[in-house]
């Protein structure tokens, strides 16, 4: 269980699922939220260059208003930390708006 809190102060709690594709150097994870209805999951794939785990999905927003989420989380160097952020889209935005709707830091127990 993890407990994800928005640069606005929002939180959300979640379960999370980590499945890696053997021979695709890709990641799917499953999130099953506390406050928001069915599920999200992403298809994440890794870029060596940025060191990044980047995934999209599509959902259905408040309102019943189409929507799009771009997720990206940085990898440190040792691998101790990861800086995740979503970026939100809705069908009534303009074309080329994508606000960051959550930033998240996970730190490994050591």
Same mark, same amino acid.
Do not use: C
């Given at each position: 269980?993890?407990?994800?809190?928005?640069?606005?102060?929002?939180?959300?709690?979640?379960?999370?699922?980590?499945?890696?594709?053997?021979?695709?150097?890709?990641?799917?994870?499953?999130y099953?939220?506390?406050n928001? /209805?069915?599920?999200?999951?992403?298809?994440?794939?890794?870029?060596?260059e940025?060191?990044?785990?980047?995934?999209?999905?599509?959902?259905?927003?408040?309102?019943?208003?189409?929507a799009?989420?771009?997720?990206?989380w940085?990898?440190?160097?040792?691998?101790?930390?990861?800086?995740?952020?979503?970026?939100?889209?809705?069908?009534?935005?303009?074309?080329?708006?994508?606000?960051? /709707?959550?930033?998240?830091?996970?730190?490994?127990?050591?």
């Amino acid at each position: 269980m993890s407990v994800w809190t928005s640069e606005a102060g929002m939180s959300r709690e979640l379960l999370k699922f980590l499945n890696y594709k053997q021979g695709t150097d890709s990641v799917t994870i499953l999130y099953l939220y506390d406050n928001r /209805s069915g599920r999200v999951l992403y298809p994440l794939s890794f870029d060596s260059e940025s060191r990044e785990l980047r995934g999209y999905d599509t959902f259905i927003a408040r309102g019943n208003i189409p929507a799009e989420e771009r997720v990206a989380w940085h990898l440190s160097e040792d691998l101790d930390i990861i800086v995740g952020t979503a970026f939100n889209h809705y069908q009534t935005d303009p074309e080329d708006y994508w606000p960051q /709707s959550f930033r998240f830091v996970w730190r490994r127990k050591r």
